[in-house]
Nanobody, 123 residues
């Protein structure tokens, strides 16, 4: 089964930066879709960013200009660079994989999920 393990979360002050990593096994990151999602207490899961097999990315408006999704095919690792963090970014962040061909937008499309890494941003 595909496994994804997130790391890099932590606590930072507003304006700070964090880089999340997602180590992927039994799934080549050069395949169709990878994504980052987040969920804050009392809120629904929210898509953050996705990247497809061509390297094309999609970023949510709420984090556009601040977050960047990328991947390293050689390391089979997905990344999320988060800059200018805001308290509203506080959430559990999950990486996910969607191996099937097709569009990458939409959490319901993803079949495999990591356990998440907590990001807390204080004001």
């Amino acid at each position: 089964q595909v496994q994804l393990v997130e790391s890099g979360g932590g606590s930072v002050q507003a304006g700070g930066s964090l880089r999340l990593s997602c180590a992927v096994t039994r799934y080549t990151v050069s395949r169709r879709c990878l994504g980052w999602f987040r969920q804050a207490p009392g809120k629904e899961r929210e898509g953050v960013a996705t990247i497809d097999n061509y390297g094309s990315t999609s970023v949510a408006d709420s984090v556009k200009g601040r977050f960047t999704i990328s991947k390293d095919n050689a390391k089979n690792t997905l990344y999320l660079q988060m800059n200018s963090l805001k308290p509203d970014d506080t959430a559990m962040y999950y990486c996910a994989a969607k191996p099937r061909r097709g569009r990458c937008l939409g959490a319901s499309l993803y079949n495999y999920w990591g356990r998440g890494t907590q990001v807390t941003v204080s004001s």
